[in-house]
T-cell receptor
Framework: EDQVTQSPEALRLQEGESSSLNCSYT??????LFWYRQDPGKGPEFLFT???AGEEKEKERLKATLTKKESFLHITAPKPEDSATYLC???????????FGKGTKLSVKP | DTGVSQNPRHKITKRGQNVTFRCDPI?????LYWYRQTLGQGPEFLTY????????KSRLLSDRFSAERPKGSFSTLEIQRTEQGDSAMYLC???????????????FGPGTRLTVT
């Protein structure tokens, strides 16, 4: 069964304290792995797509990496405005839909 | 603004009533998806369309749920005889299969928050 597990469920950081979020997955034929950011009461906002093991992508303070079994979202020197829930999703090769994890709720304190 | 739009943003209804939500995708996108999200969970897939054809439906989509995309543009999701368990955020997303990449990024709308009393 295709499945996505994110850890930790919640993460509290001080401003400037770098850390990583984990996304473990099992999927039949990975077409793509996606990271989204979601603010309370809003729809998910697309961040990155990763297609194959070894791939990395960066955007401002965020860097996403991919292996055959997991993906990491590294946050460097976070700011309070980075506080949000970060969602990981996979697209199985035979399907059009995304399978999401439950997300990691990140809080960054000034 | 050329993003995905959804209406209404909020809907409060009584148990047993029917409700209908609308989604307008990004104009050049040929795929449209519906998801449902409850508190503390990630979005769960309900159904998706490529142009006007409904290609896949989740087992979550009971016979009280129906979705249409009559002209391959906007879509509607109807829930008949609502139950309290239907209370959730209903999200719409769209994507294009014409990008040539392996995975197709899905862009989400702001969602419709349904409360069944």
């Amino acid at each position: 069964e295709d499945q996505v597990t994110q850890s930790p469920e919640a993460l509290r950081l001080q401003e400037g304290e770098s850390s990583s979020l984990n996304c473990s997955y099992t999927v039949s034929g990975l077409r793509g792995l996606f990271w989204y950011r979601q603010d309370p009461g809003k729809g998910p906002e697309f961040l990155f797509t990763l297609y194959s093991a070894g791939e990395e992508k960066e955007k401002e303070r965020l860097k996403a990496t991919l292996t055959k079994k997991e993906s990491f979202l590294h946050i460097t020197a976070p700011k309070p405005e980075d506080s949000a829930t970060y969602l990981c999703a996979v697209q199985p090769g035979s399907q059009g839909n995304l399978i999401f994890g439950k997300g990691t709720k990140l809080s960054v304190k000034p | 603004d050329t993003g995905v739009s959804q209406n209404p943003r909020h809907k409060i209804t009584k148990r047993g009533q029917n409700v209908t939500f609308r989604c307008d995708p990004i104009s050049e996108h040929n795929r449209l998806y519906w998801y449902r999200q409850t508190l503390g969970q990630g979005p769960e897939f309900l159904t998706y369309f490529q142009n006007e054809a409904q290609l896949e439906k989740s087992r979550l989509l009971s016979d009280r749920f129906s979705a249409e995309r009559p002209k391959g543009s906007f879509s509607t999701l109807e829930i008949q005889r609502t139950e309290q368990g239907d209370s959730a955020m209903y999200l719409c997303a769209s994507s294009s299969t014409r990008s040539g990449t392996g995975g197709h990024e899905q862009y989400f709308g702001p969602g419709t928050r349904l409360t069944v009393t």
